[in-house]
């Protein structure tokens, strides 16, 4: 019997070397594609990695991944950008748009072509770069463009025929696909019109008479839509470029949450700043947010939008899952320093903790181990190159450009089809980041100073923690009892072996219990107990259970007061009742 190939992740990189194609584990070139050339100015793959396109001075160029055959040769040299179909059946290219003087109304400069037989399916003119790809749904029956005012729908084979379908949205700016097959789902953006709100909303295709969810939103100039896995929810990162403020420079932006059953709301962050990075479980039962001036918090919400773990507050701007999602990462890129925290999921527990300097571009592997961590000219070409990293902070290999003029430009993983690699355990804690706080040197203090508690914050450092209902209930349970709840307490712990004696006397006697010996001993109970004190005592439950949750409300006021909140007159009421509350309480547990 053969024995089972294992799967080999690879990677490709461009530069001014050319294009080639790399191998784990210890990244050595794939001698099937090996470019000189130094104008490769794009590269894709298609979604479950079969096939491999790029850009060189003989035009667009497309191969099958796994033996490097050459299947299409497209002359189209000023290629600028490329994306295949979710399936791979077609390449879409873009190229930038240009007037010439036999032809003043310019010539289509996006075209569409099947990548089986090398037929060009459809050209259209597409003179803006934002937005320019079709959008198919991820069986290819149905593909999608935006014109003025609407959003067109062809069949995913012809696209350039006559639509199936239009959706009329006045004043629409961007729109995308859910990833699922049938029914799809479209979400649309609205810009606001004179001063009006814009919206952001939900539809079914073909039903676009009926609106599935929709949300208004003031100070909204753009809006990036990401789906969960299944199709059925997406968050909206809204934007105005300007903050009225004047507190900002990134402007202003908020997280918004609509789903196909029709609910929608807006997601509550705690730390006010920019949204840098949000991303969905692979399960899309969850999404994790990192935001607020900088130290940035990193906060894990429910599908439900209800905070559920807080990560605390660090130099970091990504948050992005492994393909398993098993493990999360948090990282801080571009201007930070390059700290990078993995995470097992399952526990919340830090597995480790290192620095990945100058990083530019960071990716996944797919085997959901290792990562990419890329240097990328003409963002930055000091240490220019690529690193590949073992998420336990173990270094597999690095590579640099050899001469002084070479340069690294782009790289990307190889994706697979779903189930190629294995899911393993995550990792335990590594010896670093145990010994991160007995290495960390403490902070200089003068000396006249040694000794005695600075009141100044340099940093507003949050350890991590458990938020929401269940840092709720677990607060309840570590609250001290009173003295009459403590006496309340051993009092029911005393009557529970006396409430067991009635059902184990038949027990005792026959060795096993009737129907009719349990309906015996129940109606003894139910004649021997007082009238009133099962149903006074459960009264008072409810009560002390409302007056519990109105202490709970004056307690997020307070909070919010610390935090410096102006509290409304009826909010500081009920701060002065508090006393009282607790008074009740206390009188309501001894009655019980």
């Known amino acids: 019997m053969a024995a089972t190939a294992v799967p080999v992740a690879k990677f490709s990189a461009r530069g001014s070397n050319g294009v080639w194609v790399c191998s784990m584990p210890d990244g050595a070139r794939d001698g099937g594609i090996q470019e000189d050339h130094n104008d490769c100015k794009v590269m894709t793959y298609s979604r479950d990695g079969s096939h491999f396109a790029w850009v060189n001075k003989d035009g667009v160029q497309v191969v099958r991944s796994v033996d490097n055959t050459v299947l299409q040769r497209f002359n189209f040299r000023r290629t600028f950008a490329l994306v295949f179909s979710p399936m791979g059946s077609f390449l879409a290219a873009w190229e930038p748009y240009a007037v010439r003087k036999d032809r003043p109304a310019g010539e289509p400069n996006l075209h569409v072509w099947n990548v089986s037989n090398g037929e060009c399916v459809a050209s259209y003119v597409q003179k803006r770069f934002d937005g320019w790809q079709p959008i198919w749904t991820a069986d290819e029956e149905i593909c999608a463009r935006m014109v003025t005012n609407e959003i067109h729908f062809f069949n995913g084979g012809s696209p350039d025929g006559s639509p199936v379908q239009k959706l009329r949205v006045e004043n629409v700016t961007s729109f995308s696909l859910s990833p699922s097959t049938k029914p799809y789902h479209i979400a649309t953006h609205q810009a606001g019109n004179k001063g009006g709100p814009a919206f952001v909303r939900l539809y079914r295709y073909p039903g676009f008479e009926t609106v599935l969810a929709s949300r208004s939103i003031f100070k909204c100039d753009k809006v990036k839509i990401d789906w969960n896995s299944q199709g059925t929810a997406f968050l909206g990162v809204t934007s105005v470029e300007v903050d009225t403020t004047g507190t900002s420079y990134y402007g202003e932006q908020g997280l918004h949450y609509l789903d196909n059953s029709g609910s929608n709301s807006m997601v509550t ?324």
């Open 269 to 592: 962050l705690s730390k006010k700043g920019p949204i840098y990075s949000v991303a969905w479980h692979p399960n899309g039962r969850e999404f994790c947010a990192v935001y607020g001036f900088m130290p940035a918090k990193a906060t894990l919400f429910s599908q439900k939008c209800e905070p559920v773990f807080d990560f605390g507050t660090g130099p970091r701007n990504v948050i992005t899952y492994n393909r398993h999602g098993t493990v999360m990462c948090l990282a801080g890129f571009g201007n930070l320093p390059g700290h990078v925290e993995f995470w097992n999921r399952e526990k919340l527990q830090l597995v480790s903790k290192f620095q990945a300097s100058d990083t530019t571009h960071f990716e996944w592997c797919p085997d959901g181990e290792h990562f990419m961590a890329a240097t990328t000219a003409p963002r930055l070409r000091q240490g220019n190159g690529y690193r590949v990293w073992h998420y336990s902070g173990r270094q597999l290999f690095t590579w640099s450009p050899a001469g002084p003029t070479d340069e690294l430009w782009e790289v990307k993983w190889q994706p697979v089809a779903p189930g190629t690699f294995p899911v393993r355990p995550v990792i335990g804690v590594q010896t670093s980041v145990s010994q991160e706080s007995k290495n960390k040197p403490a902070v200089y203090r003068p000396p006249s100073a040694r000794g005695t508690t600075s009141s100044l914050k340099l940093h507003e450092t949050e350890a991590p923690k458990v938020v929401g209902a269940a840092a709720a209930a677990k607060a309840e349970d570590a609250k001290p009892l009173s003295k009459s709840a403590q006496k309340n307490k051993r009092r029911r712990e005393a009557k529970k072996p006396e409430e067991a004696t009635p059902a184990s006397a038949p027990s005792a006697a026959t060795g096993s219990i009737t129907q009719a010996q349990r309906d015996a001993v129940a109606m003894a109970t139910a004649l021997t107990a007082p009238p009133m004190t099962i149903a006074s005592s459960a009264d008072n439950e409810k009560k002390i259970r409302a007056l519990r949750k109105k202490l709970q409300q004056i307690e997020k006021l307070k909070a919010q007061q610390a935090e410096g909140k102006t509290l409304e007159s009826n909010q500081l009421e009920k701060l002065k009742n508090e006393a009282e509350l607790v008074k009740q309480i206390e009188e309501l547990s001894i009655a019980g």
